[in-house]
């Protein structure tokens, strides 16, 4: 069976036959059962300057339980930025450098002794992204020049292997794919629309978008006398 408490118990053992009995006493050692700690997934790459989803391992006994381990450590010390729960395992918090991936030992540690588990973790770079500025109302025959801003400080359009827009820039304007920056003289008016730009990323084929609004506007008639 499975004893609910710990400690010593003396227990008096005693033997019998038809000449009579002897008895002998004899302790029971019962301890609490050395902790199991476990993280699933068991390796994970996070981006920095990003709040992570806790990430809860599964303990055994439970944490506040009988036998629950009374500590929980890790080594080398995790990623600047991110904790460590010594109670319950569970790692939290904003990762803010830059790491290459690398495993980490957790330790969980009760009055009986002790187990280890390793998990893997990598601090990623935030991926880029970009907006536009919002562009003035111009007029036919009008030029003009739309760039996007790219974030967080320091990315560029490096970052991506092209951009495409949609729906059809007016006639006279292109997006160049390299930039993303919008530029031309526009020749022909049309009404206000939203355009989205899509940006594909270089290192894994994703894309991010985003957009701005342009109106073109009629040239006016003139007259002369």
């Known amino acids: 069976g499975y004893a609910a408490t710990t400690g010593s118990f003396p227990i008096v053992v005693t033997a019998s036959n038809q000449g009579g009995s002897i008895s002998t006493t004899v302790t ?3 301890v609490d059962p050395i902790p199991t700690i476990s993280y699933l997934p068991t390796s994970q790459s996070f981006e920095k300057g990003v709040n992570i989803n806790n990430w809860i391992p599964t303990v055994s ?11 929980i450590t890790v080594s080398p010390a995790l990623p600047v930025g991110l904790n460590l729960n ?3 395992g569970i790692i939290s918090g904003t ?4 790491t290459a991936a690398r495993d980490y030992v957790i330790t969980a540690t009760n009055g009986s002794g002790s187990i280890s588990t390793t998990i893997n973790i990598g601090i990623i770079p935030t991926p880029a992204t970009f907006q536009y500025p919002t562009p003035p109302v111009i ?3 009008q030029s003009i020049t739309v760039s ?3 974030l967080p400080a320091g990315a560029s359009s490096n970052a991506f292997s092209g951009f495409t827009i949609s729906p059809t820039l007016p006639n006279g304007l292109t997006l160049n794919p390299s930039t ?3 530029s031309g003289t526009a020749l022909q008016a049309s009404t206000s629309r939203l355009y989205t730009v899509v940006g594909t990323y270089a290192s894994n084929n994703t894309t991010t978008s ?11 008639p003139s007259i002369n006398y």
């Not at 006994?61 to 500590?71: D, F």
């Not at 990762?95 to 830059?98: A, C, D, G, H, L």
């Not at 985003?210 to 006016?220: K, Q």
């Open 210 to 220: 985003a957009g701005f609004t342009l109106e073109v506007l009629p040239v006016l």
């Open 61 to 71: 006994p439970n944490p506040g339980s009988q036998g629950a381990p009374t500590s």
């Open 28 to 30: 029971l050692n019962l």
């Open 180 to 182: 993303g920056v919008v």
């Open 139 to 141: 007029s036919e025959n």
């Open 86 to 88: 010594s109670l319950t």
């Open 95 to 98: 990762p803010n450098t830059i």
């Open 148 to 150: 996007p801003t790219f």
